[in-house]
């Protein structure tokens, strides 16, 4: 209690009363939304975890350690923010102290500052998750992906690197680094003399980077199982198509080091693996990648999405105030209801980008624009 007086000790006594029940409303929707998502998560994989070796609170330990802040940054978070201002503020208007505090010389406006301070702070935590935190820990959320679901591997993937040499994998697993049934086409730029350019091209069962610390990039791509293709694309200098030996078509290898400037990342980052890289990270695809609309998305998302802890207090806690809401349990599911459809706007932006309809940065800040401006406009009629 001494050290909470020390810390608030810049704040006046009924902004450390409203920050109190604020965080005292945090506390048990946080309790309430975690404990709820982790009891039906586990219900519906009760059967993965019973089967895993080892006590099964250390399993659940393991799992939830991981997928936590995983749920907080991109679901929960905003969710509980707003719910936690909505009951605080309900509980204030029931309580009738909300009235007191008015006649105390304080607006609404001024009544809700603590809650949007701690509102800001929040946002700049879920900053630090996502760049920081997150990306630190996602080959452990893939492993913990991978257990509760049996199904991590992207499909169909399309590549080409810098040289345009192309790369096609029917499944790739990220957390293995390891695509299955790879296709490679190498296309050497035509000769000096003239003719066609030069083609090769590689299949091969797998497709493996092979982490080597003492290499530029810190690793090569493998074919393992393979072969390359003879007849079609060598010819000789009479123009005639070159046979393998033993007239094969193919020439078998086991292993074959490619070279090439595609990573890892080039991979994990089709569809939706760009979800737990940081600034940084998505900043080294943007130079190397052509295609690059969902990148550019989550780039800017990174920054817009964290002020959803803020944007949706300005849309929510006018309905307390305006409203006259004394009812918890109504107040909690109006802030699921606007979180939902934040979520729902959120993901018809981002699939709007994905066809080109609208462009990276408008798809990652218009939800922001938008319910932010709606928030400022029930803010504007507040009768304070």
């Excluded at 980008?353 to 940065?361: E, R, S, V």
Aim: hydrophobic letters at 45%.
């Amino acid at each position: 209690m001494r050290v909470w007086k020390l810390l608030t000790s810049f704040m006046s006594v009924r902004d450390r009363y409203v920050l109190e029940n604020y965080l005292y409303a945090y506390f048990i929707c946080a309790l309430s939304f975690t404990g709820l998502y982790i009891a039906t998560d586990t219900l519906s994989r009760i059967g993965k975890f019973l089967d895993a070796p080892g006590p099964l609170a250390k399993t659940l330990l393991e799992y939830y350690g991981v997928m936590l802040p995983v749920a907080y940054t991109y679901y929960l978070g905003p969710m509980l923010t707003l719910s936690a201002g909505m009951f605080a503020l309900t509980l204030l208007n029931r309580n009738n102290e909300l009235l007191p505090l008015k006649c105390s010389g304080m607006s609404l406006y001024r009544i809700v500052a603590p809650i949007f301070a701690v509102g800001l702070g929040f946002a700049v935590l879920t900053f630090i998750l996502q760049e920081f935190v997150i990306p630190s820990m996602k080959d452990e959320i893939r492993r913990v992906y991978a257990f509760a679901h049996k199904k991590t591997a992207k499909e169909a993937l399309l590549l080409e690197d810098a040289a345009g040499t192309r790369f096609s994998v029917r499944c790739y697993w990220p957390l293995e680094k390891c695509g299955e049934s790879a296709r490679v086409v190498f296309r050497a730029a035509a000769p000096a003399g003239g003719g066609a350019a030069v083609v090769r091209e590689y299949v091969a069962d797998f497709i493996v980077w092979e982490a080597a610390s003492e290499m530029p990039r810190g690793g090569l791509w493998a074919l393992k199982r393979g072969r390359e293709s003879v007849r079609e694309y060598r010819y000789d200098e009479r123009g005639l198509p070159l046979r393998a030996p033993d007239n094969k078509l193919w020439i078998e290898y086991e292993r074959l080091a490619l070279d090439t400037d595609l990573l890892p990342e080039d991979f994990e980052t089709e569809g939706d693996g760009s979800q737990y890289l940081s600034i940084a990270e998505l900043s080294r695809q943007l130079e190397r990648r052509r295609y690059a609309s969902p990148l550019l998305v989550k780039l800017h998302q990174h920054w817009a999405y964290p002020l959803t802890h803020v944007v949706l207090l300005l849309l929510g806690l006018p309905f307390v105030l305006n409203q006259n809401n004394r009812n918890v349990f109504l107040g909690i599911l109006v802030s699921c209801v606007i979180c939902v459809a934040f979520y729902v706007v959120n993901a018809m932006c981002v699939e709007l980008a994905g066809k080109g309809t609208l462009q990276p940065l408008v798809s990652a800040w218009l939800p922001v624009l938008i319910f932010t401006g709606l928030g400022a406009v029930l803010f504007d009629n507040l009768k304070t």
